[in-house]
């Protein structure tokens, strides 16, 4: 698989650099030269999963990874189901949440971890990582027992969630968790202060499972052939299908599986109140606005950074951007779309909601609309049980890590000891 990077075209990487590079120069994203058209579609529909991810993922990579090694990494990754769950005769739910760590990043994160063992050459490799709660959880289970692989998360004593904090601090193994005497800012301006020391990085083989990377976005791709091969055959035309939208990361994967020939007729972006894309789409006029806090906070991006990979996406189809459905959802009006949806008999949380309701606004007679969950109601349990006022009992994936001993060890805002610290290790 060749891939150049968008802002330097004349950087050209292979997957394997690609996924231990992260990032081109000038911050650039990676993204593939070529990206072929199956012929295959209906019998790749009516393959399961692994073997249909095994098959798409093999159409996208090519050669440079052998076979057997990219089935094995297909199967250990994608160990979870993808259910479609119907919410009324024209509305899906495709419910990315039943993996580790209940949220749509156990695919992205889990296959990227899987490549990195792949394509990492000799050498022990050390992910450093900060997280304010959901990253780490996500980046932890993915790497969890991966030989010559080391982990360490960093994150701000005291200022994330008591579930969110056992969900990765107890595991272990080959994951260290560091509670840092300070917060958030602190644990990510010592994450850089690492990777800028070059005889550091050498020493420990230092990595970023960052969200950015090509794996990952490739690994996502899957889950929409998943989502279609559920649906009703008589239902297979006139797909619409709506994602939450923060990042875009999402959204791009959606592309990539309708350039390969996935018939989905149209997107549409959902986003909460930072609305840079509903708004560029309408007026043309790129005007980020200063991101503000929301229900659906994982969508809290003003400058979405895979939006240009977006944009490559469509000038290179020949599609029209004003094809791409969209809109903003404030917090009122999150709320109202999880009641109705709770009404309609599904319950989901606010991201979900943003991406339910806008589908419903927009889609039209005859089409058969999909909207993305992408993250269990427990994981946003606060906001879900006071808007629906109800009692969300923990699932089993939360409770067993509730029940165990926290193994983080803690340490003060000090690179000198970080440093110290990730060399004995
Ligand atoms: C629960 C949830 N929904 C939606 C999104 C948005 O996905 P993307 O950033 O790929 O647009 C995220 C991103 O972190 C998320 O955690």
Known sequence: MNLYNIKHPEEQVNFAQAVR??????????????IPTLTNIDELLALPL?????????????????TETLNAMVKNA??????????????YALELFHGPTLAFKDFGGRFMAQALAAVRGEGKITILTATSGDTGAAVAHAFYGLENINVVILYPKGKISPLQEKLFCTLGGNIRTVAIESDFDACQALVKQAFDDEELRQAIGLNSANSINISRLLAQVCYYFEAVAQLPKEKRENVVVSVPSGNFGNLTAGLIAKTLGLPIKRFIASTNAN?????????????????VATLSNAMDVSRPNNWPRVEEL?????WNLADLGSDALNDAETE???????DEGYLCEPHGAIAYQVLKDQLQAGET??????????????SV??????ELPLPEALDKHNKLPLLSDVMENDFAKLRAYLLAK
Do not use: M
């Not at 590079?21 to 070529?34: A, C, I, R, Y």
């Not at 994608?78 to 509305?91: G, H, Q, R, S, Y």
């Not at 049980?385 to 109800?390: F, G, M, T």
């Open 21 to 34: 590079q992260g990032l081109g120069k000038d911050q650039g994203l990676f993204f593939p030269e070529t």
């Open 50 to 66: 692994v073997e249909r991810s095994q098959q798409i993922l093999a159409a996208l990579i090519g050669e440079e990874i052998p």
């Open 78 to 91: 994608f160990t979870f189901p993808a259910p479609l769950a119907k919410v009324n005769d024209a509305i």
């Open 275 to 291: 609305d840079t894309v509903p708004r560029y789409l309408r007026s043309g006029q790129w005007e980020p606005n200063a991101t």
């Open 314 to 318: 469509f000038k290179r189809n020949g």
């Open 336 to 342: 109202q779309a999880l009641q109705a949806q709770n």
């Open 369 to 382: 609309g999909i909207f993305l969950c992408t993250a269990h109601p427990a994981k946003f349990k606060e």
């Open 385 to 390: 049980e006071r808007i629906l006022d109800i």
